[in-house]
């Protein structure tokens, strides 16, 4: 196994354990309606707690493009939309990172109540290539 995908897999490991201790209300960082992950430009939370919510937008893409939008590897949190507008073209599945369980579309880590797995259609959209005929909805 490579250093960089070691890496990611802690990455995504340590991001489902902080996401599961959140849903089981053992994870004291976030308070009141504080997002979990927000939007640096919108300010929408990108990985609400509950499902039901909206669902979420959180995912990870090329490095190249994260720094095309202007942002620091460790630099935050962009919904679609905001991402989109920063690199002014629509995002295809080319651009989503791969091997990586955030971006998976199995639909095994709905089923095991991962809040990051129930993604918007947006999202859905982008990672799959399809069209969505109602482009302002999330």
Known sequence: MTRGLAAQLTACLALA???????????????????NAPCRDCRIDTLPA???AGGAEYYIVDSRLWADAGLAPD?????????????????????????????SLDPEWQRRGYAWAYRTRRLTDRMTGQLTLWEDQP
């Open 50 to 52: 509950d499902p039901g």
């Open 75 to 103: 630099g935050g949190y962009l919904c679609i939309g905001c991402l989109e507008g920063r690199v002014g073209r629509r995002l295809c599945p080319a651009d989503f990172t791969a091997r990586v369980a955030i971006n």
């Open 17 to 35: 354990t902080a996401v599961q201790l959140h849903q089981a209300g053992l994870d004291d960082r976030y308070h009141g309606n504080e997002p």
